[in-house]
């Protein structure tokens, strides 16, 4: 075997050990179930932790507003740790999908935010992944 040879193999083992480790975190680690406080006037802990909160900030001079998305309510902050972490908050207005962040554990906390024209939006949806919790969601009317 050549060294172009070993050099494909190599990479291609470290490919395969890649997406394995991938899929096996996704498969192990991820947990997809949309979840939904079960009094959302009057939630616990738990809940105010994972829910999204949505925060309209300044208008720039182009139009756009800033929104800001941080997961985690009345002064909970979710964790980041290398088991319990958020890996994606998404923003949609009106329906329609504006962005979405991907989180790493740890060295990530659970915010992002968006430049978003406004104008005409009626509703905005935040989302967020916790890899043990589910995925949670909040609106907030604009």
């Known amino acids: 075997m050549n060294r172009r040879e070993a050099l494909k193999v190599a990479g291609t083992i470290a490919l395969m050990t890649a ?15 949309e979840m939904k406080p079960k009094d959302p006037a009057n939630m616990e802990k738990g809940e105010l932790k994972h829910t999204p909160q949505i925060t309209i900030k300044e208008k720039d001079s ?18 980041s740790t290398p088991d319990h972490w958020i890996d994606f908050i998404s923003l949609h ?34 989302t967020s992944g916790c890899n043990l919790h589910g995925i949670w969601s909040s609106t907030l009317t604009v």
């Open 19 to 33: 997406v394995s480790a991938e899929a096996k975190m996704t498969e192990e680690h991820m947990n997809r179930m």
């Open 62 to 79: 182009k139009g756009y507003t800033l929104v800001e998305i941080t997961t985690g309510q009345g002064g909970i902050i979710h964790p």
């Open 93 to 126: 207005a009106d329906g329609k999908l504006i962005g979405k962040n991907t989180l790493e554990p740890e060295v990530s906390r659970g915010a992002t935010s968006f430049y978003v024209k406004l104008d005409k939006v009626k509703v905005l949806k935040a």
